[in-house]
Structures are given as C-alpha cells and as structure tokens.
C-alpha cells in the first residue's frame, strides 16, 4: 500500500524514525537497501555535538530506551551524506532539524535541500536537550515555517 504525502510518493507507509541508528553513512545506507519506504536521518545541529554521557542508549530484544542528547557531526557533515546517499538511492530522504533558533532551522533547512532531500522533520521536541525545550512554547513554533 503505497502514499503520497507533500507531493512525494513512498511505496509503503513504512519507514525508520529519527534515533540513534541512522546517523553513520554506513547507518544510513543499510536503511537505503531495506524495505524501508524512506530513509530518515538523526536530527542534525549546526553545530557538532557529542551528546549526553554515556551510557545512553540500552536496548534488548524488545524494546530500547535512550537519552542520547542529539549527538550528531553537524549539518555540514549529514548534508554531505544526504548527497551521497541519494546517489545510490531513489527512495525518499526525510532529513531532521535541531535548531536553537529560527535562523538555524533555516540554514540547515536550506542546507538539506541542496543536498538532496525530500522533506524536512523539525524536531522541536528532543527532551534530552535543554535548549531545545524552549523550542516546544507555540510562540517559537510558529517562528518556524
């Protein structure tokens, strides 16, 4: 059963959600060669971050639970592999955007764009990260369009 959703069509409705194991290109490939409907990235920054202390991230057969802290290498780094990714790829690319302000989601909004994703997911929510909490008042979201 495929979809169309903002003009861009997936096979399925299937796909990863942004977390901890779509951040490496090796990572991102993998979902690339899936079933997967679309490969979604980790939430880039501007900014490399290392992310919260370890351990983080615990996961068994089941079920996982983390509080990674948006570790990522940057927009400038994930927009490279964005590129590189939709060379071997046809599938819809969902990149991810943690902005501490307006004007970073729109770089990195932009950023994205020219490297060759399909959509953009705000992550305006990450509550492992204390400057992105002020993300979430209706004020600031309305900021971002």
Do not use: W
Not at 1 to 11: H, P, R, S
Not at 27 to 34: F, G, H, M
Not at 86 to 100: E, H, L, N, Q, Y
């Amino acid at each position: 059963m495929g979809t169309k959703i903002a003009g861009v069509n997936f096979d399925s409705i299937l796909m990863n959600a942004s977390g901890p194991r779509c951040t490496t290109f090796d990572e991102l490939r993998e979902i690339a060669l899936s079933d997967s409907a679309a490969i979604v990235t980790k939430s880039a920054t501007l900014l490399p971050r290392t992310g919260n202390l370890k351990p983080r991230y615990m996961a068994d057969s089941f079920s996982a639970i983390q509080s990674m802290g948006l570790p990522n290498p940057g927009i400038f780094e994930m927009a490279k592999r964005v590129s590189r990714l939709r060379k071997i790829t046809d599938k819809p690319i969902i990149t991810s955007v943690a902005g501490f302000s307006v004007e970073e989601y729109a770089f990195m909004s932009k950023k994205f764009e020219e490297s060759g994703a399909d959509m953009i997911e705000v992550n305006l929510s990450c509550p492992n990260v204390l400057h992105v909490l002020r993300s979430r008042s209706p004020h600031f979201s309305r900021k971002i369009n």
